[in-house]
């Protein structure tokens, strides 16, 4: 059993930064994707960011390229996800997510998570 803890959210100001970080505990393969969902309300939730465990490759959503940086640790159980410069579109529920994967899926925004932390807050005032 993966389990999933996500920390770091918060209230910023536009132009502001947060870090969000997810810890990832139990037998969560090499081949792994780890990455960020979020979610508003009234809106479906939508793939952030993701990172392939065992190649390091990346996904962003068109929306946050160049803003937001998502990395692992070296023991590849903590994955953080930078966020700097923060919009109003930005606020929602954040959530990590997980699931064995391709890296092609993975890389290419295709993945869904099996396993998933229980959310933290991010808010994003002018």
């Known amino acids: 059993q993966v389990q999933l803890v996500e920390s770091g959210g918060g209230s910023v100001q536009v132009g502001g930064a947060l870090r969000l970080s997810c810890v990832a505990s139990g037998r969560l393969v090499s081949r792994a994707c780890v990455g960020w969902f979020r979610q508003a309300p009234g809106q479906e939730r939508e793939r952030v960011a993701a990172l392939y465990a065992s190649s390091g490759g990346t996904y962003y959503a068109d929306s946050v390229k160049g803003r937001f940086r998502i990395s692992q640790d070296n023991a590849k159980t903590i994955v953080t996800l930078e966020m700097n410069n923060l919009k109003p579109e930005d606020a929602a529920m954040y959530y990590c997510?997980?699931?064995?994967?391709?890296?092609?899926?993975?890389?290419?925004?295709?993945?869904?998570?099996?396993?998933w932390g229980q959310g933290t807050q991010v808010t994003v005032s002018s």
């Open positions: 997510g997980a699931a064995p994967s391709s890296g092609r899926y993975c890389t290419e925004g295709y993945w869904h998570a099996i396993y």
